[in-house]
């Protein structure tokens, strides 16, 4: 039985704490930033840019800037198929017109990039025509500012009588996954486009894979730069609920020999040379929203490590929580595992130092990261 309540003084504190969780309820949630303007951006994360990027149409389009991403909140007008379309709502990591993303590794030479690990989460709607694609741009200058010469784009989805610039000319395996290749140019750059055959809602994988098969086909040299790496959505009518979950994109430098990423091959004392003096064993166990992750640093090679942080990139949904024996930042994305100072140093010749950490994960499927990068050069994953 729920006891009565004895005195006037308590009845009071029952009244004013109901009053006070009433006001409490009744207050606006935070708000999420709302970008009209039509260049407008805003920084995520701490290290990634969103754009609204209105420059094909003048009625008006907004974007709600989330903490880890961003949805299309009003997306009015259309324009004709048959040309471009009427923005490129994005979010992005390295240069654009001038515009750096904070702590962006880029502008960087493709010689000097050892992996670009990337993973993105999109939210699709029926009642537009748009794709869903990265836009990675690459020029044989370190460009800041104005067109690159190539645009590789990923079509992760298309929605509506669209398709890529220029025409089909085959099909490539890239990244495990088979696409539609593409190439054209429309008057300004030349552009290579990899379509999926259906949507893809989620995906972590390497932006090299597809700079490399770009390469290949003889629209860049290894001698050009890559300038940034961007994903969002080019809507040709309507857009409205089209949304980025999660982004993130690392750019990893230096060659599997060594080196600092000055392309003289020296190296920092007490660093690993390569992939063949640092070994990462990252171990999972996972349950519906959550999971945990104990992972050993072996120092293969015959220099002392004193001093680590690795560096990887955690699949688009995850989050971390909590950790031990290391610190990691941020708590998603793109994140770096520090020392916790009693295990900075890893013995030459197989000496290990181990951490761990628990999080959390979004969507029906669990998947773990697969590069690792110790004081900045690439780790065998065992």
């Known amino acids: 039985m729920r006891p009565r309540i004895r005195s006037v003084t308590m009845a009071i504190l029952v ?23 039509q260049y407008g951006t805003a920084t995520i994360q701490g290290q990634y840019v969103v754009q609204n990027n209105r420059w094909g149409t003048s009625s008006t389009q907004c974007v709600n800037v989330t903490g880890n991403g961003f949805t299309v909140a009003q997306a009015d007008g259309s324009v004709s198929t048959s040309g471009p379309p009427k923005s490129y709502p994005s979010v992005y990591n390295g240069c654009h017109y001038t515009n750096c993303s904070p702590g962006t590794k880029l502008p960087a030479q493709l010689s000097n990039v050892s992996s670009a690990p990337s993973s993105i989460s999109y939210s699709y709607v029926s009642n537009a025509v748009y794709n869903a694609s990265y836009d990675i741009w690459l020029d044989p200058s370190p460009k800041t500012d ?51 055959p259906s949507a893809i809602a989620s995906w972590s994988f390497d932006v090299m894979d597809f ?4 390469v290949r086909r003889g629209m860049a040299t290894n001698s050009w730069y890559l300038t940034s790496v961007q994903a969002g959505f080019e809507p040709w009518q309507n857009g409205a609920g089209l949304g980025v979950n999660s982004f993130s994109s690392a750019v990893n430098t230096g060659s599997a020999t060594g080196g600092d990423g000055d392309g003289d091959g020296g190296g920092d004392p007490g660093t690993p040379g390569g992939s063949d003096s640092c070994e990462v064993e990252y171990s999972t166990h996972s349950w519906p929203g959550g999971f945990t992750t104990d992972a050993t640093i072996t120092n293969t090679g015959s220099t002392a490590i004193d001093g680590w942080e690795l560096e990887f990139t955690l699949p688009a949904g995850q989050a971390v929580t909590n950790a031990w024996n290391a610190t990691i930042t941020p708590s998603n994305g793109t994140v770096t595992a520090d020392d916790a100072g009693s295990n900075a140093r890893i013995a030459p010749g197989g000496g290990t130092q181990s951490f761990g950490f628990q999080g959390t994960y979004q969507g029906a499927a669990f998947s773990s990261p697969t590069q690792f990068d110790l004081n900045g050069t690439s780790c065998t994953v065992t």
């Open 15 to 37: 009244v004013l704490g109901s009053l006070a969780a009433f006001v409490t309820t009744a207050l606006p949630a935070q708000a999420d930033e709302l970008i009209c303007d």
């Open 146 to 196: 104005g067109v690159n010469q190539t645009e590789i784009m990923i079509w992760f989805n298309r929605v509506g009588p669209i398709q890529p610039i220029g025409s089909q000319v085959g099909t490539a395996s890239v990244g495990g996954r088979s696409w539609e290749v593409w190439t054209g140019s429309n008057g300004a750059n030349d552009v290579i486009s990899f379509v999926a």
């Open 211 to 214: 700079v490399d098969e770009t």
